[in-house]
């Protein structure tokens, strides 16, 4: 049996990836620190073990293959675990390097924006499970209703998300590049990752490049609307084919019906193809489940009425705009709002859902996008629907000279918004929030992390303050 250790194994990708080689029987070690869930849970609930903390101890003597995830902690300067795997002898890779074997004789499809990818891939796979087919998948989050997050199918079909992002801290190549795509679906080129991409040219680059690699007879499906993909797919001989919320679009929604359960009429070109139904929140949404329709129809893995049962019962991503179980009237959505342009998206489709309920945002700029001082301007007028905004106090992994400072973020909402309010700690948090928490409120948890462990405490007072008869 081989023996593979991850270190940083808590990352979302890493975890998936130690569930594909666990399949394919090897055997697992690794080590994190900073643990946060729903990662750490999964991977305690699915048996794999790991080290707390980096120590050069952790990584066995026989051991076959080394991973190291791409976190600001794992370089050799400063960590000893990672510096003993660079000595030990062993081949040392990244995580998509791996993905890169990995994928060599499937069917890729690719899932890349700078946001939507979560969902996308977890409703295309879902859509493929749902259906019957066992496909390989990695999905850099947990999905509601899968036994696992990452899978090693014995279909010819690999899904997976594609992230822009550098591959490792020795390599800057773009994740996505290794994964040896024949379809992509590509929802937006929204301007991500400032700390790495300061301008838009450089972060459009990777995207440029994933789609100048595809053969004429490969796939792109691609947003109409999204921001920058025109200026993308000029870079491209690949097929295109568009979806949208309109006509102009190749597939598109009409006719749709907003609810609990939003209805749509899912067209291609002039053709009616079918109805489908979700419990997505949000246009945007709709767009997504328009697109993940259009590129399993386009390739003819699925029929038109599997696609519509797949999206039916598809019950969406943790993180992403889901309602977490407090038995209480306020409501409380979690929300992944790692950039602007994602936390606006779920801001509007609460809105849209919900045009009569107040609503209060807990946010943590955890992302190093939210921390870089170049992302001033996403403050202004992001939180004007809010009644009232509690700001926690920015994490310091990876902090620089660029880092704003929990002063300075509050200041510039406070520049457009009245009611701002810092939080420094767990406790602090929870009393503020309770002093203004009204029945019919609906609270807002933005963040890629885990609020100080926070969001225990709000469900609580929800459900104390404000208990379901």
């Known amino acids: 049996m081989q023996k593979v250790h991850l270190i940083g194994i808590c990352g979302k990708a890493m975890a998936g990836l130690a569930v594909i080689l666990r399949e394919l029987g090897w055997e697992i070690s690794g080590s994190d620190e900073g643990f946060y869930d729903p990662v750490y849970t999964y991977l305690k609930e699915r048996g794999i073990t790991f080290s707390e903390g980096y120590r050069k101890e952790n990584i066995p003597s026989d051991v076959s293959l080394i ?10 300067e400063t960590n000893e675990e990672v510096a003993a795997a660079f ?5 040392v890779k990244s995580l998509p390097e791996v993905f890169h074997d990995l994928m060599e004789i499937t069917d890729n499809i690719v899932v890349a924006g700078s946001f939507g990818k979560s969902t996308c891939t977890s409703l295309i796979t879902w859509c493929l499970l749902n259906a019957g087919r066992d496909p390989s998948y990695m999905i850099g989050a947990v999905p509601f209703g899968f036994v696992t997050a990452a899978h090693h199918g014995k279909d010819p079909i690999f899904v997976i998300e594609g992230d822009e992002y550098p591959s490792s801290n020795w390599d800057q190549k773009s994740k996505f590049l290794y994964y040896r795509p024949k379809t992509v679906l590509l929802t937006s080129g929204e301007h991500d990752h400032l700390n ?5 040219e450089e972060y459009l680059s990777p995207f440029k490049e994933l789609v100048r690699g595809l053969a004429v007879d490969d796939l792109v499906v691609a947003s109409k609307n999204g921001a920058h993909i025109r200026e993308i797919l000029s870079h491209t001989h690949a097929r295109v084919v568009t979806y949208g919320l309109d006509a102009s679009a190749d597939w598109y929604a009409k006719d749709i019906m907003y609810g609990a359960e939003t209805t749509f009429t899912l067209c291609h070109k002039d053709t009616t193809i079918t109805t489908l139904s979700t419990s997505l929140l949000g246009a945007y949404n709709v767009e997504n489940c328009v697109g993940c329709a259009a ?3 386009t390739k003819g893995i699925l029929t038109p009425d599997e696609v519509a049962n797949g999206i039916r019962t598809f019950q969406g991503v943790s993180g992403r705009l889901d309602q977490k179980p407090a038995k209480a009237s306020p409501f409380i959505y979690e929300v992944y709002g790692s950039s602007q342009a994602k936390l606006k998206s779920s801001i509007e489709a ?15 700029p955890h992302t190093f996008s939210w921390r870089n001082r170049t ?6 007028h992001i939180f004007d629907d809010m009644h009232a905004v509690f700001v926690f106090e920015p994490p310091t992994h990876g902090a620089n000279a660029n880092q704003l400072t929990l002063t300075e973020i509050v200041e510039k909402i406070r520049e457009t918004h009245p009611l701002v309010y810092s ?6 948090g929870i009393a503020k929030v309770a002093s203004i928490l009204e029945s019919e409120d609906i609270i807002l948890l933005i963040t890629s992390g885990d609020l100080g462990g926070m969001i225990p405490g709000i469900l609580q007072l929800a459900e104390e303050k404000f208990p379901l008869s």
């Open 295 to 297: 590129l399993l129809l």
């Open 196 to 200: 790495v991409f300061p301008t838009l």
């Open 350 to 364: 609460l809105k849209l859902h919900f045009p009569d309920r107040r609503m209060i945002a807990v946010f943590e």
């Open 423 to 428: 939080i420094q700690s767990k406790e602090e």
């Open 87 to 91: 000595a030990s002898g062993a081949p």
């Open 67 to 76: 991973v190291i995830g791409k976190h600001a902690r794992l370089v050799p």
């Open 375 to 380: 992302a001033l301007p996403w403050y202004e």
